[in-house]
């Protein structure tokens, strides 16, 4: 019995390169300077043998595809034994379009997020009489996989952007967004791909972890500004960012945690480039800066 | 002016390989020794420099990271103009939760169509604002781009598998599953990549085609059941095989087409193996065997 967590994606929804962007690290990912990342996905074991897949992007097939412990033992046997959605978004709901085909998986989300995918009669594809939704109460242990436990709780965040209407709540506390406790045998990871903010009693939640995947959207709050592609502070869009006196680096350096991994990288972001600056103040910070394909064990 | 068409993808919904399949092809495209083929989609273009995609496959992101004529040309600048959807199958659609990120162009489908994704509110995620749905009526010529006209005609087909009722018509002709006859300058392409049988009218409306792009899901009616794989025979599905004396190998045989092209191959069609009989076979009769990437001029 031995926790594993496998990144399937270490970017942001878009991916890298995004299709329409032509930002430095989009052209340097797509002339191969830098690697390209996929969109965001975590896949975690308790035992080696059985997986959970955390978020379905909408790139999981080539995921999947990429991922030898993921793959078909059998005509229709499979590894995977359950996904979980942390919130609407695109980046972690479009991908259950892709796992349609009669096979039979646990879908876990809160009952706000199984809400989302009701509201779309697309998501019938994952047929009820195989796919079963199961509906998790925040706060409340519920075996996601043979030897994995996992806890979902509240952290602050907003809704897809997709449902947003005249005026948007990016503080919001409840089962819109959801952070995920791991626990195997005596290993306990958390994920948050997304965060708005590190109130003081989530710091508490993560402070003795083993791992924490963490929300690394932007480096700096103004990143979409200055990089010329759109309008929208970190701030707006949900998420903290990693540099500053109020960012992800800075809160979380009085914390015990085992190893920390950023995750959710916009395209825009300078630690995407492995000789940049940022990523080095982010790995000398005591940072692992996720890709694709990275295997994290306790 | 040239009439360009480049194959994004050339495999059906599932891709090759499918996630969750351990038929022959898909694990002989997992370990490299016949070629992977993404879901099915076709670009094209009359002038060599604005683009149309016909179909938003669930592998857009990585087709179009692929395809250099695609990529943007400046920090949001792109050379494609429009986006077609010829049914409402999810390995047409799901690609268009991908083309979000403000990015102006135009959705062009039938009324029917259009109905399906305004059913699902996640699609709002195109928002209305910058990209246009144009709703376009049967056997109307319109604009589909600069020095490209495009016509849509009903094609035998059914609804999506996820609107299924309790009894399925596998034969409507309606706005459901349509065609696209494309011109350009003199050339004449028309892409039909799903079809339930090949009725007089329609091989009349082929003869005479510089190209045509045909549903090349299954080499014959019982492939799911003899794979293994499923219970659906293709007429079932909507689709007509290639061989067989109802086969569409047949029933071109006596057109006169300039270049006939496979496209949407099911992971388990043999022709996806180059080295199987069936491939000699569909190019010993003439046509040309899809593939990623490939790219098809008059």
Redesign the interface.
Known sequence: MAFRAHILGAAAG??L???????GN?RRA?EGSIP?QTQSSLAVTGNGRDWAILNAS?????Q??ATPVL????????PLTSVLVTNGD?DH??GL???????PFTLFATDGIHQ?LT????F??LNASVVVRETIALNTPFALAPDLTATLFAVPGKVP???EGETVETDLMGEQTVGVDLQSGTARAVYIPGCAHLPADLASRLDGADIVFFDGTLWRDDEMQIT???TKTGKRMGHMSMSGSDGSIAAFAPLNIGQKVFVHMNNTNPVLDPSSPEYAKATASGWIVGQDGLEITP
Chains 1, 2 share one sequence.
């Open positions: 878009g991916g390169p995004q299709w329409n962007c032509g930002c989009c797509r390209a909408p790139d999981i097939r080539a999947l595809a793959h078909p033992t059998g005509q229709r046997e499979l695109i709901v479009a379009l892709t796992l349609r085909e009669m096979q989302v509201d779309n009669p697309i019938d594809a952007l997709y449902l010329g592609v759109g």
